[in-house]
């Protein structure tokens, strides 16, 4: 029965890669757009990277620029180039799964940073993450556990729980994982990271009040990985939840992480928004478009 179990898991994985191998890289690459002052800029790079200006403050959260993680390739172009970033106050990192901490884009945007601004950025990391990043070149290392916070100017930044796990490799499993809420002034973002939907949802929301959440939507089928997963009708149940003004979707359609098709989780999210009423307060971003709130 065992080997039964791994034949089918290594079969549905074999095709999983050589979908990703056959399948042409689509997208387009813009230059950012800077924001206005007192503005929230959103720009949506692709899966969980996001460039946010906010607070005065340049933030990338996730960054994740590789054409391929293993064997998995990148099905869409990065929204923005590395070079083409302004210099980066702070890097906001969720977890340490490959697709989320991605060592050589982390190490590039340290040293773009110093090349362009002299300064060393910032970068922060759940407990216990602090050995992966801390020889790419920053200037300032923060870890966080959840509900604890760091003041950048005039930007709070709050580490939140998620329903996940943080190992880098199998068993290093004491390594931390969850969202970032970010408040500066009355502008507030909630960046949840990799999660299954939980009740937590709900004390984020009550306790943090974020007006933008930018939630995952994809990697739910099977129906198992919906144990660290959200579905997109998972998803828009954490947005009521939150009690967020607008909800920009993310961890989708950039590596095939799952067995759904590419294009459903974009087409179930919309469904369930319009079947509940709130079709207007989700946005879906393109890659590299900058949105301001």
């Known amino acids: 029965m065992l080997g039964t179990t791994i034949r089918r898991k290594a079969k549905q994985f074999g095709t999983l890669v050589r979908h990703s191998a056959m399948t042409p890289r689509t997208g387009v690459t813009r230059k950012p757009v800077a924001a206005g002052r007192g503005e929230l800029g959103v720009t949506f790079i692709g899966h969980s990277s996001f460039f946010l200006q906010m607070g005065g403050k340049n933030i990338l959260i996730d960054p994740n620029f590789a054409r391929w993680i293993f064997v998995l390739k990148r099905l869409r172009r990065p929204g ?6 302004p210099p980066i106050d702070a890097v906001l990192v969720s977890h340490a799964h490959f697709d989320h901490l991605n060592r050589p884009s982390l190490r590039a ?3 773009l940073t ?9 970068i922060i990391v759940p407990r216990n993450v602090r050995d992966l990043v801390s020889d790419l070149g ?3 290392i923060v870890e966080l556990d959840w509900w604890q916070n760091v003041q950048l100017g005039n930007l709070e930044i709050t580490h939140v729980p998620a329903r996940h796990w943080g190992a880098r490799m199998v068993r290093d499993v004491h390594r931390g994982y969850g969202g970032y809420v970010l408040r500066s002034g009355k502008q507030s973002l909630y960046h949840a990271g990799d999660t299954a939907y939980f009740d937590g949802f709900q004390e984020i929301g009550e306790r943090l009040r974020p007006e933008v959440a930018l939630l995952p939507i994809g990697a739910y089928h099977p129906a198992s990985f919906r ?9 828009v149940q954490a947005f009521v939840d939150l009690g967020a003004r607008c909800m920009v979707p993310m961890h989708y359609g950039t590596f095939r992480l799952s067995y759904e098709p590419v294009d ?5 999210l919309k469904l369930d928004a319009k079947r509940r009423g709130i079709e207007k307060k989700i946005c879906v971003l393109e890659e590299g478009v900058t949105k301001f709130f």
């Open 138 to 140: 920053y200037g300032r």
């Open 109 to 111: 945007i340290a040293r």
């Open 80 to 85: 923005l180039r590395l070079r083409d970033l």
């Open 264 to 268: 459903e989780p974009v087409q179930r």
């Open 227 to 235: 144990s660290v997963h959200t579905s997109p009708e998972d998803a």
């Open 114 to 122: 110093r090349w362009k601004s002299g300064k060393r950025p910032t």
